[in-house]
């Protein structure tokens, strides 16, 4: 079969730009978000929260960058934050695409022309440019110019001393791609292309080895949307770019069937293997769906928690070990489920099977649903599984986060797996309120409910004519018996199939209603590492309880760069309740609230000697308080010993946090972007989930400080042979640190008094550099302290 032929079947297989997989051929179709409306209910108060959202964004503050980059006058001042600190132009990226996605999803005329407003401001660049560029990354043409040079200085989270260009960059890609897919707009089709096009000249005289050195640094999806302009134009030279834009790196192990995802930065990584799924699907190679397929069981089995996401301040933790996951006030990124979500999508296409919706319904439910302020429509970067913390949410004018971004468009594409079709077959994949319009089959199909809060679901269909199809819906994996079916109100005996599926194959006339019964019950899920934390869940929602609402420091942001972090004061872990029982009992201590839905009642539970209970709800509806989503468990021999234990390794890392004003991880992306970092000849890594910077030349960073404290430098670092350490605060050097022969491979920690003089106004420059012809020690972090740290910690 012709390469051309072959990519305009699988283009037409996706309609809406996913497929793929394993199998990397297409098993069903999905319907378009068009054919889709949600109906009342959960879902859709979301879909309307974001649709006001997107309203309240400023559309000429979002082009200004745009504009700014191609010569021409903004018509009002970039928005602050990510958009003009580095990250310029990425959310107005995000902004198409979720415009694109809520258009088609509700056929709103307000969101069409803004779309058409966006669009139009976009082509006045990309005309003025007049080489096909479109871009808000700061002095983006010099740089473009460099790297089609061959001068290219790429970092992880760099490329030229650019904030992740590339990265950037692909949210223009994936906003004009998805304004064509979902509207079919031909200017933006047409825009597409032209970018496309100068990527090609961009790079066409770098070799492969220059184009991966290029790669190092964080690049999205754009192997992916490469991909997608390829069967889009059925032109296989865009396959070829999206090849080349494929890191052999990240590549390479999952082809081997091998686990090196430990240490990386998650969201790195996740959009690359979406490109590799569908440059599967569209090249039909099966190895490299196989490393998708692979990558997904790894993520899904190996690192999530029970809410669907996964991640410990951006990257992957250990598989066995998840105790920063409880201990840190960075959990789960939602950017990391948004871009799970698409490839779950993408998988269960080519291999229809039920772990694939029950994961896709887990995350649905659990992060991205609960990712959304259910009154200011405000969105969250962090999920918090520490017990006893909480979550900041954006505000409109303030927060230009990745999560802002994903999270805009997260809103408002609930309606795409909700159903679909192959030939005579429809399938219900989620139980969301919502109509159908069946064109081939001229069939309107309505499914209402009050799902979850009820554990049934009811459909109404509607043919033009009687219509002889298969209804399959999901059997999901948490029911607790086989459900009950009434056909008209009558018992219908259906066919339970393979792979979790009811089916009812008949001739439907107009009005045939069919009532599915779910059975729900309480259950456990135990952290990935089997240690001894547990989440409690019923049906497919995860349950949490509050704890409390003091000291929520910054729970709506400001435009601050680490404005989307949850700074308030860390409840020590000592405090938390304890589940009191063995593993298997557990469900037995969880009694349902008489007459309020969802809400449940859990004893056994202990906090010192005191014993009492708390109230569950499900997490989604869980928002402006503090929480616990994980339970230590221990039974009643061995309470004593875990509080003893909790409180002897926590005791150290919460006065620490206590007295830190500001905190800098070397070698971790957000923490070293939000502190501005500067760097000349310089080198970031990680052993395990440690990360660290070392510099042959210097580093430095932009670091909050207190003029009104007595403050000093706290630096941790690893001991290794022949390093040498100077240290400077305001280009004045302050402290040497020298190899100690005696501690080689250890961690160790120097304290060193900030003087008053030099504390005068924040921030502080503080700067890492070397001797000439030497290395500096690996920086872990650096924090500026308050108060007289304990002098036995100077260079621990």
């Known amino acids: 079969m012709k390469l051309k032929k072959l990519i305009h079947i699988c283009f037409l297989s996706t309609a809406i730009g996913t497929t793929l997989q394993a199998q990397t051929q297409k098993q069903l179709d999905y319907f378009s978000l068009n054919d889709v409306r949600l109906l009342s209910g959960p879902f859709k108060h979301a879909e309307e929260l974001d649709l006001n959202y997107l309203l309240e964004l400023d559309v000429d503050r979002l082009l200004a960058p745009f504009l700014r980059e191609s010569n021409l006058p903004p018509l009002r001042k970039s928005y602050t934050n990510w958009e003009n600190t580095g990250l310029d132009g990425h959310i107005g990226g995000h902004y198409v695409s979720a415009l694109s996605y809520m258009y088609a999803s509700t056929g709103d005329a307000r969101i069409k022309e803004r779309l058409h407003y966006m669009l139009a401001g976009l082509k006045r660049c990309q005309d003025a440019n007049g080489d096909g560029y479109i871009g808000g990354v700061p002095e983006g043409k010099e740089l473009w110019d460099e790297v089609r040079r061959g001068e290219i200085k790429?970092?992880?989270?760099?490329?030229?001393?650019?904030?992740?260009?590339?990265?950037?960059?692909?949210?223009?890609?994936?906003?004009?791609?998805?304004?064509?897919?979902?509207?079919?707009n031909e200017t933006a089709k047409e825009m597409l292309i032209k970018l496309t096009d100068w990527?090609?000249?961009l790079i066409d005289q770098l070799s492969d080895e220059q184009i991966q050195d290029m790669l190092r640094s964080e690049h999205g999806g754009l192997n992916e949307t490469f991909a997608d302009v390829a069967a889009i134009t059925q032109n296989p030279k865009y396959l070829t770019l999206a090849r080349k834009f494929s890191q052999r790196a990240v590549l390479q192990p999952l082809l081997d069937q091998e686990d090196h995802l430990t240490g990386k930065h998650a969201n790195t990584q996740i959009p690359k293997v979406l490109g590799f799924k569908r440059i599967a699907d569209i090249a039909h190679d099966e190895q490299w769906a196989d490393a998708a397929r692979y990558f997904w069981e790894n993520v899904i089995e190996r690192r999530s928690v029970s809410i669907g996401g996964n991640s410990v301040s951006e990257h992957f933790n250990p598989v066995d070990d998840f105790s920063k996951m409880l201990q840190s006030i960075e959990g789960p990124e939602t950017c990391n489920t948004y871009n799970m979500l698409r490839l779950t999508r993408m998988l269960h296409q080519t291999d229809p099977k039920g772990k694939y919706l029950d994961y896709y319904e887990r995350a649905l439910y659990n992060h991205i649903l609960s990712t959304q302020h259910p009154e200011t429509g405000g969105l969250v970067y962090f999920t918090q599984m520490r017990p006893g913390h909480y979550r900041v949410y954006s505000q409109p004018h303030t927060s230009m986060w990745c999560c802002v971004g994903s999270g805009i468009e997260n809103h408002a594409k609930y309606g795409e797996m909700i159903y679909a079709h192959q030939d005579d077959n429809l399938f219900v994949n989620l139980f969301i309120p919502s109509k159908l319009n069946w064109q081939e089959k001229n069939v309107e199909f309505i499914q209402e409910n009050n799902f979850p809060e009820e554990n049934r679901t009811q459909f109404t269909v509607y043919p033009k004519s009687?219509?002889?199809?298969?209804?399959?819906?999901?059997?999901?994996?948490?029911?607790?018996?086989?459900?009950?079916?009434?056909?008209?109100?009558?018992?219908?005996?259906?066919?339970?199939?393979?792979?979790?599926?009811?089916?009812?194959?008949?001739?439907?006339?107009?009005?045939?209603?069919?009532?599915?019964?779910?059975?729900?019950?309480?259950?456990?899920?135990q952290l990935p590492d089997r240690s001894n934390y547990y989440s409690l869940l019923y049906g497919p929602l995860v349950l949490a309880a509050k704890t409390g609402t003091e000291d929520m420091d910054g729970l709506f942001a400001d435009d601050s760069r680490m404005g989307h972090v949850a700074h308030g004061r860390q409840i020590p872990l000592r405090t938390m309740p304890i589940l009191t029982t063995a593993p298997e009992n557990i469900p037995n201590l969880v009694q349902p609230v008489e007459n309020t839905p969802l809400h449940f009642t859990l004893t056994g539970l202990y906090s010192g000697t005191e014993q009492h209970s708390m109230e569950l709800q499900p997490f989604y509806q869980t928002h402006d308080s503090r929480y616990i989503i994980y339970w230590p468990q221990a039974t009643a021999e061995e309470l004593a010993a875990l509080q003893e234990k909790t409180e002897r390794e926590e005791k150290e890392s919460l006065r620490l946090a206590d007295i830190t004003i500001d905190r800098v991880v070397s070698g971790e992306q957000q923490p070293e972007s939000d502190h501005f970092i500067k760097e000349e000849n310089t080198q970031a890594g990680s052993i395990e989930d440690v990360r660290w910077r070392e510099a042959k030349g210097w580093f430095s960073y932009t670091i909050k400080t207190n003029p009104k404290e007595n403050v000093q430098l706290y630096i941790r670092y690893l001991e290794e042979e022949n390093r040498k350490t100077n240290i400077f605060i305001h280009d004045q050097e302050i402290e040497k640190l020298q190899t100690d022969a005696n501690a080689l491979g250890e961690v160790k920690t120097a304290v060193i008094p900030i003087p008053e003089t030099w504390n005068e106004s924040s921030p502080l420059q503080v700067k890492i550099s070397t001797d000439e012809g030497a290395t500096s020690h690996k920086i872990l972090e650096i924090r500026v302290i308050k108060g007289n740290f304990n002098q036995s910690y100077r260079h621990k």
């Open 466 to 525: 009687k219509t002889n199809f298969a209804l399959h819906i999901r059997k999901p994996s948490w029911v607790t018996d086989e459900p009950t079916i009434l056909l008209n109100g009558k018992p219908f005996q259906a066919s339970s199939a393979k792979d979790g599926w009811i089916t009812m194959d008949r001739t439907w006339a107009a009005g045939d209603r069919i009532s599915v019964e779910l059975p729900m019950g309480i259950y456990t899920e």
């Open 199 to 201: 990527a090609i000249a």
């Open 154 to 184: 790429a970092g992880g989270f760099s490329l030229n001393g650019r904030w992740v260009p590339l990265y950037n960059i692909h949210k223009t890609y994936a906003g004009l791609r998805d304004a064509y897919l979902m509207t079919r």
